[in-house]
């Protein structure tokens, strides 16, 4: 299976400040038909997951701007810019290129 | 709107038997690839099955833990999606949550105890 690595598991950040979370997998994430089906969700507090961004960079409907995700084959980045009280918790990567799909262990975003 | 409603949860024995339901509206259903995700008390997420489309052969995966005990199924005619768990053991407590996973639905989750 493979393994998403993803880092930090918590930040605290103010703000307006700007984070980044990494993922990085196992083994290369492009699939067969050429795409890369690494994406980012959020969980806010007592809420179901919802989708950021698809396909490694790809903004969801209705996703800030704020929101950005880059990356390749193994190594993933998600970036949030100029963070918003609304941006608070548990952020997750998922890959949907290899069955069975997996996911990190989610990062926890708090605001000072 | 977008809706996934999940029901059928609850509290069950070790070794019975539970079906969820998942449905939908909001979206075009029968050609929507169609998964199960669960997140554990530790709220660690785990996938654990898929169902493609009808174009696709309604083919289906699952993760191996869950393989032979549970089964996904779909009625493009209800826009609904299934998820038929038998042999229920204590470590599938969790919160079920249908989705499209790649796309931008989720169900609000249906929460499944397993214990004596």
């Known amino acids: 299976d493979v393994v998403m690595t993803q880092t930090p598991p918590s930040l605290s950040v103010a703000i307006g400040q700007s984070v980044s979370i990494s993922c990085k997998s196992s083994?290369?994430?492009?699939?067969?038909?050429?795409?890369?089906?690494l994406n980012w969700l959020l969980q806010n507090p007592g809420q179901s997951p919802k989708r950021l961004i698809y396909?490694?960079?790809n903004l969801g409907s209705g996703v800030p701007d704020r929101f950005s995700g880059t990356g390749s084959e193994k190594d993933f980045t998600l970036k949030i810019s100029r963070v918003e009280a609304e941006d608070l918790g548990v952020y997750h990567c998922?890959?949907?290129?290899?069955?069975?799909?997996?996911f990190g262990s989610g990062t926890k975003l708090e605001i000072k | 709107e977008v809706q996934l409603v999940e029901t059928g949860g609850g509290l069950v024995q070790p070794g019975k038997s539970l079906k969820l339901t998942c449905a939908t509206s909001?979206?075009?259903?029968?050609?929507?690839?169609m998964h199960w995700v669960r997140q554990s008390p530790e709220k660690r997420l785990e996938w654990i099955a898929r169902?493609?489309?009808?174009?696709?052969?309604?083919?289906?995966d699952y993760v191996e833990s869950v393989k032979g005990r549970f089964t996904i199924s779909r009625d493009d005619s209800k826009s609904s999606v299934y998820l038929q768990m038998n042999s229920l053991k204590e470590e599938d407590t969790a919160t079920y949550y249908c989705?499209?996973?790649?796309?931008?639905?989720w169900g609000q989750g249906v929460m499944v105890t397993v214990s004596s």
């Open positions: 909001g979206f075009t259903f029968s050609t929507a690839w």
């Open positions: 396909q490694v960079s």
């Open positions: 989705t499209g996973l790649g796309a931008p639905y």
């Open positions: 083994q290369s994430l492009v699939h067969s038909d050429g795409k890369t089906y």
């Open positions: 998922v890959q949907a290129t290899h069955v069975p799909f997996t």
């Open positions: 169902i493609k489309d009808k174009s696709n052969n309604y083919a289906t």
